[in-house]
């Protein structure tokens, strides 16, 4: 295997990319490596591309839009490591709606290893709670709910 040298600009563009394509309903399979580790709240770790495949397939089942706020967003980098912290908005099929900030979804850390101009690891941080139904476990966010609605 050919290892390509890569700048911390062009990890940076691959990373920003990946957050592009999502919020234009676009694939991001392409910008992994054949042997990549996708990481998502609640789903796990998915091994290989065809295994991303089926995430995003299951993720894109209940998430019917999002939007990224990159151009506001986090970004360390260190050697092959680049972490975005930032904020999102979106819709589920479902009908419900998330904006960071307003509602208790929305925040998220990604971060990112890659090398060949190809997303080797990919662990996302955040709640996946977005339409926040988890209301048995989490009762505060029973008491928000009615905060707003008084």
């Known amino acids: 295997m050919e290892i390509k040298t890569m700048t911390d600009e062009q990890r940076k563009a691959v990373a920003l990319e990946y957050f592009r394509r999502m919020d234009r309903g676009e694939s991001v399979l392409d910008l992994f490596d054949e042997h990549a580790e996708f990481c998502f709240p609640k789903w796990g770790v998915a091994h290989g591309r065809a295994r991303i ?30 972490v975005v912290e930032g904020t999102s908005s979106g819709s ?49 966010l029973r008491r928000r709910e009615a905060a707003e609605a008084a």
């Open 92 to 140: 589920l099929r479902s009908g419900e709606t998330w904006v960071a900030g307003v509602t208790h979804a929305g925040r998220w850390c990604d971060v990112f290893e890659i090398r060949n101009f190809r997303i080797q690891r990919c662990y996302v941080y955040l709640d996946p709670d977005y339409g926040g139904q988890d209301l048995g476990r989490y009762p505060w």
């Open 53 to 82: 495949g089926q995430l995003f397939e299951d993720l894109m089942g209940i998430v019917a839009s999002v939007r990224h706020d990159i151009a506001h967003a986090n970004i360390i980098q260190q050697g092959d490591l680049v």
